[in-house]
């Protein structure tokens, strides 16, 4: 996890509005996704955790909802990134 991403990861919890594209682009690489570019969204991934994927609007304006999903879908990686260091403790 890169630290301006762990620090956007807080800022964008405490406030789900005013986030743009580069936002999420810098939000989602630090955290180790990857993303696809579809008609409407961009689809991120991760790598390894398939399972965890959102699609973001491509819109210059996004509404707080992309926000909040984000934080969630982020929480949910650190979880099994949890999960997965005590396993292996």
């Known amino acids: 996890m890169g630290d301006s991403a762990g620090k956007l990861l807080e800022r964008m919890r405490n406030?789900?509005?005013g986030w743009g594209q580069t936002?999420?682009?810098t939000l989602f690489k630090g955290f180790g996704f990857d993303w696809n570019e579809g008609k409407k969204h961009r689809?991120?991934?991760h790598k390894d955790y398939p399972n965890l994927q959102?699609?973001?609007p491509r819109h210059n304006s996004l509404k707080k909802w992309v926000a909040?999903?984000?934080v969630k879908?982020?929480?949910k990686l650190l979880e099994l990134l949890k999960k997965n260091e005590e396993s292996h403790v």
């Open 73 to 75: 879908l982020i929480d």
């Open 68 to 70: 909040r999903e984000a």
């Open 23 to 25: 936002d999420f682009e």
């Open 43 to 45: 689809i991120y991934f």
């Open 54 to 56: 959102m699609g973001v």
């Open 15 to 17: 406030s789900p509005t």
